[in-house]
C-alpha cells in the first residue's frame, strides 16, 4: 500500500532526529544486532500504532531489521513529527499519519493499517485493537497477537476481555515493572515538565502545582514538581493512594478545593471530566492546564469554551480561555498528552526500555502460538532481561545470592 505522509522532502531532519536518539538507546542497538542475525520476524507484517516520534521510529527500524514488513499508524493526531514519518518512508516502512490529523483523518491512517493486514501489531491505547475488532472482526482470525504500550489501554484491552469480545492474544507491556516503574514515573514526571517549561517559558519554583491522580504517572509528576521547587497538591479517588501522596509529602485535597489555588494543573487520572464545570467556575486567573493522560479527556473543553467568552491561540501549543468576569486560563497542547503534543515525549533512555520489552514481547507472541485470547503479562524472563540489559549499559554490576543465602530464603522450617 502507499503511504499518506505530509512531506517526504522532510526525511533528512527526520533521519538526524533517529541517529540521535539511536545513540542513546543502547537495548535496542543490541535487540537490533540480534535480530538482524536470527530474523525473527521473517515473512511477517507488523502494524505499528504508536506515538509517531524518533524514539518509535527506532523501534520500527529495528523490527525490521528482524525480517518483518512494517507499516505505521499514529496514535494520537498531535504527537506525530512528520519528519521522522518521512525519513521512516525513506526506510522503508509504509507510514500512514501526519501532524494535526482531524478525527475522521486519524481513524482513515488506522483504517489503512488494518488493511495492510498484519500478522502482529503494537498499540497505544487501543484504538487499533477496538477498530480491528469493532470494524474488522475478518482480519482478526490471520493475526497472530499484539502487545498494548499503556495503562488505559490495558484498561480497555481488560474490558473487552471480560465482555469476551477479546479475539488475540495481548501482552500488556505497560505492567512489566521495567516499564511502569521507569516510563510511567520517570518518563512522564520529566517529559511533562519538559513540554510545559518549553511550551510556557514560566517559572516553576515557588508556584502550586495540582496534580490530578497519584498513579505511577501522578507520582513522577508529582516528585518532579516539586525537584522544580513547587508547592504540590494532590488530587485522588482511591483512599490508599492519597494517604501514599500525603506520606510522599504533598497536600492532598478536593479539586474543588485546589481549584482556587492551582498555578499549574496537570491530569493524569485515565479518566474524564478530571477538571469540569465547577472547577473552571473557581479557578484561579492565569492557571495552566495540561494533561499527561493518554486520552484528551481529562480536562473538559467543551464546558470550558462554553464557560468562556472567547477563546484563541497565543503562543504555540497555548489556547487562551477568556471569562466574562476578566479571568483568564491556558490550555496547553489541546489538552492532549502534553509530553508528545507540546514535546518529543518521554526522554530517549527511558524507551529505550519500554520498546525493548515492546520488541521481545512481540517475539514473545509470535513463539508462543498456544497463547489464548486474552491479557497477558510481560514473561518474567523478559522483564529481568531488560532489566539486565539495562545495568551493562549503565556498567553497573551487582550482587549475586550465594547458594547458601539463596538456599536460607527458600527455607521454612523453625
Ligand atoms: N514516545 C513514544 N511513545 C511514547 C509514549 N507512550 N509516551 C511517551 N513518549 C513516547
Same mark, same amino acid.
Given at each position: 500500500?502507499?503511504?499518506?505522509?505530509?512531506?517526504?522532502?522532510?526525511? @533528512?531532519?527526520?533521519?538526524?532526529?533517529?541517529?540521535?536518539?539511536?545513540?542513546?538507546?543502547?537495548?535496542?542497538?543490541?535487540?537490533?544486532?540480534?535480530?538482524?542475525?536470527?530474523?525473527?520476524?521473517?515473512?511477517?507484517?507488523?502494524?505499528?500504532?504508536?506515538?509517531?516520534?524518533?524514539?518509535?521510529?527506532?523501534?520500527?527500524? !529495528?523490527?525490521? /531489521?528482524?525480517?518483518?514488513?512494517? *507499516?505505521?499508524?499514529?496514535?494520537?493526531?498531535?504527537?506525530?513529527?512528520?519528519?521522522?514519518?518521512?525519513?521512516?518512508?525513506?526506510?522503508?516502512?509504509?507510514?500512514?499519519?501526519?501532524?494535526?490529523?482531524?478525527?475522521?483523518?486519524?481513524?482513515?491512517?488506522?483504517?489503512?493499517?488494518?488493511?495492510?493486514?498484519?500478522?502482529?501489531?503494537?498499540?497505544?491505547?487501543?484504538?487499533?485493537? *477496538?477498530?480491528?475488532?469493532?470494524?474488522?472482526?475478518?482480519?482478526?482470525?490471520?493475526?497472530?497477537?499484539?502487545?498494548?504500550?499503556?495503562?488505559?489501554?490495558?484498561?480497555?484491552?481488560?474490558?473487552?476481555?471480560?465482555?469476551?469480545?477479546?479475539?488475540?492474544?495481548?501482552?500488556? !507491556?505497560?505492567?512489566?515493572?521495567?516499564?511502569?516503574?521507569?516510563?510511567?514515573? &520517570?518518563?512522564?514526571?520529566?517529559?511533562?515538565?519538559?513540554?510545559?517549561?518549553?511550551?510556557?517559558?514560566?517559572?516553576?519554583?515557588?508556584?502550586?502545582?495540582?496534580?490530578?491522580?497519584?498513579?505511577?504517572?501522578?507520582?513522577?509528576?508529582?516528585?518532579?514538581?516539586?525537584?522544580?521547587?513547587?508547592?504540590?497538591?494532590?488530587?485522588? !479517588?482511591?483512599?490508599?493512594?492519597? %494517604?501514599?501522596?500525603?506520606?510522599?509529602?504533598?497536600?492532598?485535597?478536593?479539586?474543588?478545593?485546589? /481549584?482556587?489555588?492551582?498555578? &499549574?494543573?496537570?491530569?493524569?487520572?485515565?479518566?474524564?471530566?478530571?477538571?469540569?464545570?465547577?472547577?473552571?467556575?473557581?479557578?484561579?486567573?492565569? /492557571? %495552566?492546564?495540561?494533561?499527561?493522560?493518554?486520552?484528551?479527556?481529562?480536562?473538559?473543553?467543551?464546558?470550558?469554551?462554553?464557560?468562556?467568552?472567547?477563546?484563541?491561540?497565543?503562543? @504555540?501549543?497555548?489556547?487562551? &480561555?477568556?471569562?466574562?468576569?476578566?479571568?483568564?486560563? &491556558?490550555?496547553?497542547?489541546?489538552?492532549?498528552? !502534553?509530553?508528545?503534543?507540546?514535546?518529543?515525549?518521554?526522554?530517549?533512555?527511558?524507551?529505550?526500555?519500554?520498546?525493548?520489552?515492546?520488541?521481545? *514481547?512481540?517475539?514473545?507472541?509470535?513463539?508462543?502460538?498456544?497463547?489464548?485470547?486474552?491479557?497477558?503479562?510481560?514473561?518474567?524472563?523478559?522483564?529481568?532481561?531488560?532489566?539486565?540489559?539495562?545495568?551493562?549499559?549503565?556498567?553497573?554490576?551487582?550482587?549475586?545470592?550465594?547458594?547458601?543465602?539463596? /538456599?536460607?530464603?527458600?527455607?521454612?522450617?523453625?
Amino acid at each position: 500500500m502507499e503511504s499518506q505522509i505530509r512531506d517526504i522532502a522532510l526525511a @533528512p531532519q527526520g533521519h538526524h532526529k533517529i541517529n540521535w536518539v539511536k545513540n542513546h538507546m543502547p537495548i535496542l542497538n543490541q535487540l537490533e544486532k540480534e535480530f538482524a542475525a536470527t530474523k525473527p520476524f521473517a515473512g511477517k507484517k507488523v502494524a505499528i500504532c504508536l506515538h509517531l516520534e524518533a524514539k518509535t521510529a527506532y523501534l520500527a527500524l !529495528v523490527v525490521q /531489521a528482524g525480517g518483518a514488513e512494517v *507499516s505505521v499508524a499514529a496514535s494520537n493526531p498531535l504527537s506525530t513529527q512528520d519528519d521522522v514519518v518521512a525519513a521512516l518512508v525513506d526506510s522503508g516502512v509504509t507510514a500512514f499519519a501526519w501532524h494535526g490529523a482531524t478525527e475522521e483523518e486519524y481513524f482513515a491512517h488506522l483504517e489503512a493499517l488494518a488493511q495492510t493486514k498484519p500478522d502482529l501489531f503494537i498499540d497505544d491505547g487501543s484504538d487499533l485493537t *477496538s477498530l480491528l475488532h469493532s470494524k474488522h472482526p475478518e482480519l482478526l482470525a490471520d493475526i497472530i497477537g499484539g502487545c498494548e504500550e499503556t495503562t488505559t489501554g490495558i484498561i480497555r484491552l481488560r474490558s473487552m476481555a471480560k465482555d469476551n469480545a477479546l479475539r488475540v492474544p495481548m501482552i500488556a !507491556v505497560n505492567d512489566a515493572m521495567t516499564k511502569y516503574f521507569f516510563d510511567n514515573r &520517570y518518563g512522564t514526571g520529566q517529559s511533562a515538565w519538559d513540554a510545559i517549561m518549553r511550551t510556557t517559558n514560566l517559572v516553576v519554583a515557588g508556584k502550586t502545582v495540582v496534580v490530578a491522580g497519584y498513579g505511577w504517572c501522578g507520582k513522577g509528576v508529582a516528585m518532579r514538581s516539586k525537584g522544580l521547587g513547587a508547592n504540590v497538591i494532590v488530587t485522588e !479517588v482511591d483512599p490508599i493512594k492519597a %494517604i501514599e501522596a500525603y506520606m510522599d509529602g504533598f497536600h492532598v485535597m478536593k479539586m474543588i478545593d485546589a /481549584a482556587p489555588l492551582g498555578d &499549574y494543573f496537570i491530569t493524569v487520572t485515565g479518566d474524564k471530566n478530571v477538571l469540569t464545570k465547577e472547577h473552571f467556575a473557581v479557578i484561579k486567573d492565569k /492557571a %495552566i492546564m495540561a494533561n499527561a493522560g493518554h486520552f484528551d479527556v481529562e480536562i473538559d473543553k467543551v464546558s470550558l469554551a462554553e464557560m468562556t467568552v472567547s477563546h484563541a491561540p497565543t503562543k @504555540p501549543n497555548i489556547e487562551e &480561555y477568556v471569562f466574562a468576569d476578566g479571568r483568564k486560563v &491556558y490550555l496547553l497542547g489541546e489538552g492532549r498528552l !502534553v509530553n508528545l503534543a507540546a514535546g518529543d515525549g518521554h526522554p530517549a533512555e527511558i524507551m529505550d526500555l519500554t520498546f525493548a520489552l515492546q520488541a521481545l *514481547s512481540l517475539v514473545h507472541v509470535l513463539t508462543h502460538p498456544e497463547l489464548e485470547p486474552g491479557v497477558h503479562s510481560v514473561p518474567k524472563d523478559i522483564d529481568e532481561r531488560v532489566a539486565r540489559l539495562k545495568l551493562e549499559a549503565l556498567n553497573m554490576t551487582i550482587d549475586t545470592l550465594s547458594e547458601e543465602q539463596a /538456599a536460607y530464603l527458600n527455607s521454612w522450617q523453625v
